[in-house]
């Protein structure tokens, strides 16, 4: 499991690439984008350097369409 300090919540997550944390829930459960589970409470989290690959490929995906 990745350091817990490495993560942020789903509303963190949501503001950080702006989208609701509402759409961050539809992405993990159509596998777009994968959510680690917090094992104290089992939230969602995410990891930032997995948040900013995401956002590369959403980014070059708008450039190629």
Known sequence: MKNLQNLMTIAQ???YIGVTPLTLRNWDK??????????????RMY?????????????KGEQDG
């Open 13 to 15: 997550a949501a503001e």
């Open 30 to 43: 159509a596998g777009k984008l994968q959510a680690v589970r917090n094992p104290l409470n089992g939230y």
């Open 47 to 59: 990891d930032k350097e997995e948040l900013d690959k995401f956002l590369s490929l959403l980014q």
